[in-house]
Nanobody
Framework: QVQLVESGGGLVPPGGSLTLSCAAS????????MGWYRQAPGKQRELVAT???????NYLDSVKGRFTISRDNAKNTVLLQMNSLKPEDTAVYYC????????????????WGQGTHVTVSS
């Protein structure tokens, strides 16, 4: 079974940095894309950043220039380096993956991690 295991969340002061990691494991054919979503208290879940298997990236406007998403294809792992963190970045961050589970799959299947807490506060 496909699982997404997240790590790296925690408490950091404004202006600080944090790196989130998500590793996909289990039986599957290939990963099309991986990324991160976040949900702050009282707000809707929003896409933060994604990266495709070919290296194409997409970022939420408010994190551009501060966050960097990268992927280690050999380890099926995605990283989100977060710099210059702001209080408004406080949220539960969820790893997301679009995965072709079989060579016969015509469309990817969406998987979610459990979520990791990021709190930006003095």
């Amino acid at each position: 079974q496909v699982q997404l295991v997240e790590s790296g969340g925690g408490l950091v002061p404004p202006g600080g940095s944090l790196t989130l990691s998500c590793a996909a494991s289990g039986g599957f054919f290939s990963i099309y894309a991986m990324g991160w979503y976040r949900q702050a208290p009282g707000k809707q879940r929003e896409l933060v950043a994604t990266i495709t298997s070919g290296g194409g990236t997409n970022y939420l406007d408010s994190v551009k220039g501060r966050f960097t998403i990268s992927r280690d294809n050999a380890k099926n792992t995605v990283l989100l380096q977060m710099n210059s963190l702001k209080p408004e970045d406080t949220a539960v961050y969820y790893c997301n993956a679009e995965i072709y589970v079989s060579i016969l799959s015509t469309q990817p299947t969406t998987y979610w991690g459990q979520g990791t807490h990021v709190t930006v506060s003095s």
